[in-house]
């Protein structure tokens, strides 16, 4: 697939409209798309997440890093111990082993692609010892939904 066109509104055509994730209560109202899957020679996944407003993704860590651009809207990101307000054309890097999670802060969508490796591995959301560490800054307390 040379080219993925982009139909003006923050989709593409013949990229279906995924799920986040399969189901659970520890995010809301996300999806995503794989814009690129990777070929023979470049092992990378190029997705777009897209947040609606009051919507959250998974606090969570991972030993894979990625690359996040931010392309709608407005939102905050919590990458450790740092809750950070992004913008269009921000650029953030999550590094392995780093909890990170996502949330839309205006009445409108927060979108931004994501770059990662195709090959890798499962989230890990914390647990209570985890939960407890992170919620030693209060401002990381203050900005994590679980």
Not at 82 to 99: A, K, R
Not at 112 to 125: A, G, K, Q, S, Y
Request: glycine residues 6%.
């Amino acid at each position: 697939m040379p080219l993925n066109k982009h139909n003006g509104d923050f989709t593409w055509k013949n990229v279906p409209m995924l799920d986040y994730k399969e189901e659970g209560t520890h995010f809301r109202a996300v999806t995503r798309q794989i814009l690129f899957d990777g070929t023979k020679n470049l092992h990378g996944q190029l997705r777009y997440f897209e947040i609606a407003s009051g919507g959250y993704s998974t606090l969570e860590r991972h030993t894979h890093e990625h690359v996040v651009m931010i392309i709608r809207g407005k939102g905050k990101a919590l990458v450790g111990q740092e809750v950070l307000l992004l913008d269009s054309f921000d650029v953030v890097y999550i590094p392995p082993n780093t909890w990170h999670q996502f949330q839309a802060i205006e009445q409108k969508p927060f979108g931004f692609l994501c770059i990662v490796n195709v090959e890798r591995d499962r989230p890990e959301r914390p647990d209570r010892a985890a939960l407890d560490e992170i919620r030693k800054n209060d401002v990381a307390a203050r900005f994590i939904k679980i």
